[in-house]
Every structure is written in structure tokens, then in C-alpha cells.
């Protein structure tokens, strides 16, 4: 069983932060102690039996302080079961081209770990919260590939979060 977790994630908009926070709700209901933080925040790895690291994807790259974090915590994450999840537009479809796609994103985090699971997930394109040229490019694209709402799935949110539960605890016990 794993008794303390950390939910340590990478958002520009929200939409990731939104995820760790469910994903903080199954982790609990399975009986462990979580702590959710963005990694910036994250000043130790100490008295954690367990990982799970999210990141919004940009322009086909996770976030530079999700990278950075691994980076750094690398030695600790690699005797920690780790999970790894990453929130990004090109899952707005869930196909196996767009997961294959979405996985090489994830190159610079998995080159220094290696997770138990992976999950990835579509995110919100709000143009609101973008900056006036990407809002302007975004809401031009002719295949509509960055078209605005709120791509997340929750129920596959939720059924990720219970199995990488579980998967954790197998890891921790082995």
C-alpha cells in the first residue's frame, strides 16, 4: 500500500493542475496521504512511497520546470515508483497516431526516468488565455487541430488515476 504520494505538476493554464487535484481524490479514496504541489514547490522527495508527475505539453515539448524537476530529482525518482502523465491538444482525439505522437513529446522526462505508466490526456484551448499572436494563429488554423474547448476526458481520467493507484502500490510492495 502506499501511504504518502506526490502529485507534482507543470501547467500554464490550469488544465493540469485540474487533473492533479482529481487524480489526488482516487489516490486518497485508495487510502494514501497526498500531497499536490506544483514541482516548483517541491523542495524534497523524503517520505514518499510513490511519484506522479503531470505535465502540460507546448509546441510538442513538456514544460521547461517539469524537465528541469527530473532533471534534478532524477536519483530519487529512479528508487520511487513514478507515473507520469501529460495534458496535451494532439490527444484532443484520442487515436493511436495522436498517442504515438504525444509519447515522443515526453522524450526529454523519459530519457532521465523511467515511469510505471504513462497517461496522456486532451486539454482546454482557451484562446483567452493565450497571448495575442498564438490566439490569433490558433483561431485561423484551417484543419480546426487547435480549435477551442475543453478536450479532457474525465471518466479516462479517473480510470487512469485508479490503475496507476494500484500499479504504484505493486511497485512499492516489490
Known amino acids: ?29 485508495n ?23 503531470g505535465t502540460a505539453i507546448r509546441i510538442g515539448h513538456p514544460l521547461p520546470e517539469m ?11 529512479s528508487a520511487i515508483p513514478t507515473v507520469l502523465y501529460a495534458v496535451c491538444m494532439t490527444m484532443s482525439q484520442d487515436t493511436p497516431e495522436n498517442r504515438t505522437r504525444a509519447l515522443s513529446f515526453l522524450t526529454p522526462i523519459t530519457d532521465w526516468i523511467t515511469p510505471v505508466s504513462i497517461g496522456l490526456f486532451g486539454g482546454v484551448m ?35 488515476a485508479d490503475a496507476a493507484t494500484r500499479t504504484l502500490t505493486s511497485h512499492s510492495a516489490g
Request: glycine fraction near 4%; charged fraction near 30%; include cysteine.
Open 31 to 53: 487510502g494514501a496521504q497526498v500531497d499536490v504541489k506544483p514541482v516548483r514547490d517541491v523542495k524534497s522527495l523524503d517520505g514518499y512511497d510513490a511519484v506522479i508527475l
Open 67 to 77: 524537465t528541469h524537476f527530473v532533471r534534478h530529482y532524477r536519483q530519487p525518482l
Open 126 to 160: 482557451d484562446y483567452d488565455k493565450l497571448n495575442v499572436f498564438f490566439r490569433w494563429a490558433f483561431s485561423r488554423s484551417k484543419d480546426k487541430s487547435m480549435a477551442e474547448g475543453d478536450f479532457r476526458d474525465w471518466d479516462a481520467i479517473r480510470i487512469w
Open 1 to 29: 500500500m502506499i501511504d504518502s504520494c506526490l502529485i507534482a505538476y507543470a501547467t500554464r493554464s490550469g488544465s493540469t493542475q485540474d487533473i492533479a487535484e482529481e487524480m489526488a481524490n482516487i489516490v486518497r479514496q
